[in-house]
């Protein structure tokens, strides 16, 4: 019984927080460039709103265009179930669960990706061609980090892997895990969530032909990806398990709000790359995160 | 038992051999029953461990008949009887005798008889009979590779793979022939012994490799692939290159090991495995991207073998083990959802005739089957969870963490292997959404694409047979764990006394767990999204008014930005025309990809070999005179040798 329970709060806990994010990085932006700003809670209308829509389809469009939305959708919140968080430790830990996690993310690019193709339009095939491109450089980025945790910790749970600091190369792991972050998320400066210049776009232009109840789920799938790297990012830096609860539960909050803010701020003050400069930051993000290894491995066979 | 199963296979087989040119039914009755018996022979030598051997009271050229069933060659041949028997099946819809009046009766021969042969090298435990199965075994995948030898394309693949296939076997005879003299009998079995033998590893290593396809010894496999009718593209990917695997696994559990070979393995497996996904997201030609695709998953099972050699020679047992199994069971998975994605190609390419998928498009509606079938062996390939490809690479990826976390000698390859494994994971969804997206979904981009059927029950029959076992290995993975386990002991003799701690007892049902989440989802967004009558419209193009489908983005657009990294080694041959002055009439754009070794290594090499040749021919004209000339200008020389004493 405790279980379900724990579990129901968890998946609440997740569904909820999430959507709070995104309106956290606008208000940001908005006092840095000095206007009001939407209101923090604008995506919970969006989402509402969008909930209660209707769709509209391509004529083109087979059933997997509705399916990919509800798989990627799922594949986010099962990974976010995956991960510890903080003293509450994870619903469900077990060894190589952190490579369950980096696949479950995959299968969720896999089904945006499909979704994208489906409409047969140009603008998404180009979207889909640079997400699935981007993410071999993001996503050899992130192994090397589990790595580099993984050699520090000796371990390859998550939660015993996330519960230590990441050591001397802290520093060097945060620098790579926030690049990728922007990155994975789509945010400044490989994305600009805001545009409507389709041509210079990755992920708004993928979800150009969905709406309704299918694009909720997307806008929310998105924004629990962001709160799910925001909350790894901090436990791979901080070490949450050495402190008291209380205090480490407030740590991993300061944490994803520092992380949320710095998304905000990173977009007010940076102009999006041009596309041919976005493969040459992420491979220093793959840097970022070998030097890290490179140090953990000094470390652990000294 | 598995005496009588065997037995019955293999007459069942040789009487496919005879029958099959005449009586198609009784053909497909013999082959399913050939398959059943040895998937249950494989299935009761997996559980019980013991391995089974039969001594002929016969002699064939000059040695007994030995054959011998443990359980790596019951891996195998579970493997061979499942692509054998389905595509056996597949081929009586595909290469059926109204439309291959000429050739689908030789398939049915050669089908049998490559089985049986393969059957025969499988259980060969005499090194001379297993050259002479390994031979026969090529000779046969040789004409089912050509069963269309009237096209030029065709016969040059052939004939390729004919050489690189016989280039491989000179390795393997100067092995078998070094191992026979120096053990003193063709017998095969453990001499781990016998130090000395060490490098016949590497020859070996190379023999083998030529038909497993390791990078770049695979310069045969894409064309071989593509030319061949799907179904024997299936056997040849799920099983033929499997034979030369079993070579690498079998003999590195039997001979002693040089200390070099188990990072050199996992090197090369990590490097097969990331070029191999690479050319495959560079080609346009679906049945080429599946082919290389096939060099990218024999590079994943390597670097798992790899794991388990390291793990053998550090004497470490527990993370080798792992990687060990996870390679078996990635053999497995490979020859299961690479069969389902060569028999949708098969279908794909049946119902429009082309292989070119710029071409293709939207076919989705016309083959729904095919396509919902064709996209769960691609999330199978592309090693994503709930599916069986990701329980495998997962088990790899254990054994070379297990190498990292316990701070071993091997992490230094092993760290680099995980790296590379990741990217060739990323690389390798990118190519398999490339390649079901542009077949199947958006529009249709030729006319080709536009007047298709669906295939038939024959055809659709093993795809759905290998789309469920897609599923079931990857749901309940535990069932076939026992099995991976008593091979993995079986490999190597001094693991088999311990227990085998089983990692996939969590995996498991969290895969299932998440199998039915996204079930839950599918259908929840879609009772709430579909209500009523949906409206429906052209695809939105940012206001475009009128859209074509040939401004979908195609293949090459579509890879364009991840080949563009591998430029170094792909390799591209581009013509372009651009579009020139006020009113352009036409440009184009031809892009090419080049099997590089092939073409620009091995191709330039042969040329200047023959040029060399061809010089050094000018000496021998018929003129005899000369020839007396060399002879007093040979003699005069050595005499000169003489003469000052200068010593050689």
Redesign the interface.
């Known amino acids: 019984m405790m279980t379900v329970i724990e579990i129901a709060l968890r998946l609440a806990g997740w569904l909820v927080l999430a959507p709070l994010l995104p309106g956290i990085i606008n208000q940001v932006k908005a006092w840095v460039a000095g206007r009001r700003g939407p209101p923090v809670l604008q995506l919970y209308y969006d989402l509402a709103r969008l909930?209660r829509k209707?769709?509209?389809?391509?004529?083109?469009a087979?059933?997997?265009f509705?399916?990919g939305?509800?798989?990627a959708?799922?594949?986010i919140?099962?990974a976010a179930m995956l991960l510890p968080l903080g003293p509450a430790g994870t619903a469900?830990s077990?060894?190589?669960d952190v490579?369950?996690l980096?696949?479950?993310l995959?299968?969720a690019?896999?089904a945006t990706?499909?979704a994208a193709?489906?409409?047969?339009?140009?603008?998404?095939?180009?979207g889909?061609?640079?997400e699935?491109?981007?993410?071999?450089l993001?996503?050899?980025a992130?192994?090397?980090a589990v790595?580099s945790l993984?050699?520090h910790t000796?371990?390859?749970t998550l939660a015993e892997m996330l519960e230590p600091a990441s050591g001397a190369g802290a520093a060097l792991l945060a620098g790579g895990l926030f690049t990728v972050l922007l990155a994975e998320n789509c945010r400044v400066p490989f994305d600009d969530p805001n545009t409507h210049l389709?041509l210079t776009m990755i992920h708004e232009v993928m979800v150009?032909?969905h709406s309704?109840?299918?694009f909720a789920?997307i806008l929310h799938g998105a924004s629990m990806k962001l709160l799910l790297f925001s909350i790894l990012l901090t436990e791979a830096v901080v070490p949450l398990g050495s402190l008291n609860p209380i205090v480490a539960t407030g740590i991993l909050l300061a944490g994803v709000l520092v992380v949320t803010v710095g998304v905000g701020l990173v977009e007010s003050l940076l102009a999006r790359l041009a596309f041919r400069r976005v493969?040459l930051l992420l491979t220093t993000a793959f840097l970022l995160c070998l030097f890290a290894?490179l140090v953990a491995?000094k470390g652990?066979?000294a | 038992m598995p005496g009588w199963l065997t037995g019955t296979a293999a007459i069942a087989l040789a009487a496919g051999t005879l029958l099959g040119l005449r009586t198609p039914r009784i053909w497909l009755a013999a082959t399913l029953l050939a398959a059943t018996a040895l998937l249950a022979a494989a299935i009761g030598e997996l559980r019980t461990g013991v391995p089974w051997d039969w001594h002929s009271r016969f002699l064939v050229a000059g040695q007994q008949v030995h054959w011998r069933m443990d359980a790596i060659s019951a891996v195998f041949i579970a493997v061979l009887a499942f692509v054998g028997g389905l595509g056996a099946v597949y081929s009586r819809g595909y290469w059926d005798d109204r439309h291959h009046p000429r050739s689908a009766p030789r398939s049915r021969v050669w089908w049998s008889a490559m089985l049986l042969s393969m059957l025969v090298v499988l259980l060969s435990a005499n090194g001379l009979h297993f050259l002479i199965a390994w031979e026969l075994f090529a000779l046969c995948s040789y004409f089912l590779i050509t069963l269309e030898r009237r096209d030029t394309e065709v016969r040059a693949a052939g004939w390729l793979y004919l050489a690189a296939s016989h280039a491989g076997t000179l390795c393997l005879f100067a092995f078998f022939s070094a191992l026979a003299a120096r053990t003193g009998t063709w017998e095969l079995g453990p001499v781990r012994d016998h130090p000395e033998l060490a490098p016949l590893f590497w020859i070996a290593l190379a023999g083998f490799g030529v038909k497993a396809g390791l990078f770049p010894l695979h310069i045969w496999l894409p064309s071989a692939h593509a030319n061949a009718p799907s179904h024997v593209s299936a056997l040849m990917s799920g099983v033929a290159i499997k034979l030369g695997l079993y070579g690498i696994i079998r003999f590195g559990g039997w001979l002693p090991l040089p200390p070099a070979a188990g990072w050199v393995v996992m090197a090369v497996g990590a490097v097969t495995g990331l070029l191999g996904i690479a050319f495959a997201l560079a080609q346009d030609d679906f049945k080429r991207l599946l082919a290389y695709s096939s060099v990218e998953n024999i590079g994943i099972i390597l670097v798992g073998v790899g794991g388990g050699l390291l793990g053998v020679t550090h004497g470490d047992t527990a993370w080798g083990r792992l990687a060990m199994a996870g390679a078996l069971l990635h053999l497995w998975n490979h020859a299961v959802f690479k069969s389902l994605l060569f028999f949708g190609a098969g279908s794909v390419l049946h119902a429009t005739g082309t292989r070119e998928m710029s071409r293709l498009g939207g076919l989705w509606r016309a083959m729904p089957w095919t396509a919902i079938l064709f996209a769960t062996g691609a999330v199978a390939v592309a090693a994503l969870p709930p599916l069986n490809g990701f329980v495998s690479e997962w088990l790899v990826y254990l054994g070379l963490f297990g190498a990292v976390t316990s701070h071993h000698s091997a992490a230094v390859v092993a760290m680099p292997a995980i790296i590379v494994l990741g990217t060739t994971g990323a690389l390798a969804l990118a190519a398999f959404v490339k390649a079901s997206a542009m077949i199947f979904l958006g529009g249709p981009r030729t006319a080709l694409a536009r007047s298709v059927h669906e295939s038939g029950r024959w055809m659709l029959g093993p795809m759905l047979v290998g789309a469920v076992a897609c599923l079931a290995l990857g749901l309940v993975p535990l069932v076939f764990w026992p099995g991976i386990s008593t091979a993995v002991g079986a490999w190597n003799s001094g693991w088999a006394a311990e227990p085998a701690a089983n990692p996939l007892r969590v995996l498991g049902p969290v895969q299932v767990g998440i199998a039915a989440t996204v079930l839950l989802g599918v259908a929840v967004l879609r009772r709430r999204a579909v209500t009523g009558p949906v409206p429906v419209g052209p695809t939105w193009d940012c206001g475009y008014a009128a859209p074509t489908a040939r401004m979908q983005y195609t293949s090459g657009s579509f890879a364009g930005i991840a080949t563009g990294w591998f430029g170094w080694i792909l390799a591209p041959e581009r013509r372009m025309r651009r579009p020139r002055g006020f009113f352009p009439a036409e440009a184009s754009r031809i892009e090419r990809f080049p099997e590089t070794v092939l073409e620009r290594v091995l191709g330039p090499a042969a040329r200047l070999t023959l040029r060399f040749a061809a010089t050094a021919r000018r000496l021998q004209h018929g003129r005899l005179q000369f020839y007396i000339a060399y002879v007093v200008v040979g003699l005069l020389g050595l005499a000169a040798l003489v003469v000052t004493g200068v010593k050689p």
């Open positions: 909930w209707r769709i509209v389809l391509s004529t083109l087979s059933p997997g509705l399916a939305p509800a798989v959708w799922v594949a919140l099962a469900l077990f060894k190589g490579l369950l980096i696949y479950l995959a299968l690019r896999f990706a499909w193709l489906e409409t047969g339009s140009a603008f998404e095939g180009m889909a061609a640079r699935v491109s981007y993410a071999v993001a996503e050899a992130i192994i090397t790595l993984s050699v000796g371990s390859i389709e150009l032909d309704g109840p299918p789920a493969p290894l491995w652990a066979t």
